[in-house]
């Protein structure tokens, strides 16, 4: 049986904690937090460190810390030639510490901290240095998950920017919905279903074969109804734009 | 029982149709469309009508046809002083001839024509200009949907621009998030988790509750690395933007 350690206590931290204590073919050996308090909702005392000098033996040894913090963490650790992950999307293989086998262990989904997530739906991209690592990251990633994926750092990277906008950036187009319809006294509610629904669709489409809408249609009598109705100089370029990205990927 | 006649064979028109079939509590009484075989997989040759002279009586006539050709087909209705209604969010009431009674009956969301809805869940907006009406138009409603909402013009049209933004300008997003993936060799499906959870996370939050990411925390870095990343002008535009949209945002 695999044996984990998780050094951090973030949100990322919590869920990996959570799904290795509940895996039957995980054995999740250890966590370490600088706070010991951050961890004590979920393992007992006896499997909360906070000295590095006490990390327990393990296959695989996982840094899930903020991004800014995962050189000096890896670089902290007493221990050599043992397999250390990070979890982040946007940090470089390399920026682990060298005296270990180093390698990613990174999903991709947003984590709420009191929000239940199906981890076996997660994409967890995986990368290593070593090709036996390899098989052991995805070892361990199948425990948990359905979605394993070999990805190296450049795609990483791709992904990383492409769940911004996919993500941050879609929930700022949620607000923007959600303050038209506080200004007009109308309940965000009558949005909800068909923002479920937009989101559905690409599950089984390509987001251009789901395309609709004025700018889609060049019904450019709607568009000027709908800028001559926005106020607000800001929403005005947002809509400009994005109606202009629509129409340019028009076929 | 209510009894409905539907003019029109769209999208909106064909779940109309089919709901209406379905109901317990609803006769559609028949359809009208220019072309009855754009309705034969749907109803009886004796339920289809090409011409507004054979249009049987009926509680509710809905209009159901592209926004520019509600105001000529509400014209063209051989008869006055019945309810009739039609199904757009961005045209007003007045649009429709005043030579019935007029209202309207909004179904607030994203239809594809292969694709079945839990009618139920749709938000239906209604209007109408006289109070009497508005209680046939609440009962027709309550019929096939749990979401019923008493909307004006002003108001409809502030859904229809706010559904701009979550619906078009989200998929948008997606289809940024696709190419990008595309470019270098990675998965949509790795993104697909995301979008979903994304969609379900403002199901119970509010959007500027659920809002994450590197604008978010104003981590400047991750910005910079991303726009590096982007080669793309437009997209480099659209992530700038969308970002001082988010920071513009944040308490």
Redesign the interface.
């Known amino acids: 049986m695999l044996k984990v350690v998780i050094i951090g206590s973030g949100n990322v931290a919590h869920h990996l904690i959570t799904v290795f204590e509940q895996s039957n073919s995980v054995q999740l050996v250890q966590a370490y937090a600088r706070n010991a308090a951050s961890l004590s909702n979920l393992l007992p005392a006896s499997k909360i460190t906070t000295n590095f000098n006490t990390i327990l033996p393990a296959d695989v040894y996982i840094i899930s810390v903020t ?1 800014d913090a995962i050189a000096e963490v890896a670089a902290l650790l007493p221990f050599t030639n043992q397999l250390v992950v990070h979890t982040s999307g ?1 940090v470089g293989l390399q920026q682990l510490n060298a005296k270990n086998r180093r390698g990613v262990f990174y999903p ?3 984590f ?1 901290k009191n ?1 239940a ?1 199906d981890f076996k ?3 967890l ?1 995986l990368e290593s240095e070593l090709e036996a690592d390899y098989a052991i990251l995805e070892t361990l990633a199948k425990a948990v998950s359905d ?1 394993v ?1 070999a ?1 190296n750092s ?2 990483r ?22 303050d ?2 506080n ?21 089984v489409l ?3 074969e ?7 249609r060049n019904d450019v009598r ?1 568009m000027e ?2 800028l001559a ?2 106020t607000d100089e ?1 929403k005005k ?3 400009t ?2 109606s202009q ?2 129409q ?2 028009n076929e």
Chains 1, 2 share one sequence.
């Open positions: 991004d946007s991709l989904q947003t709420s929000k997530v739906q997660i994409p991209c979605n994926y990805i450049k795609q990277q791709s992904l990383h920017v492409a769940a911004v906008f996919v993500n941050n950036f879609v929930n700022d187009l949620y607000r923007i919905g959600y038209i319809c200004e007009n006294n109308v309940p965000f509610d009558i949005l909800r279903p068909l923002i479920h629904e937009t989101a559905n669709k690409v599950q390509q987001p251009k789901a395309q609709t809408g004025p700018a889609k709607t109804k709908h109705f926005l800001k370029i947002i809509y734009l994005l990205s629509i340019n990927n």
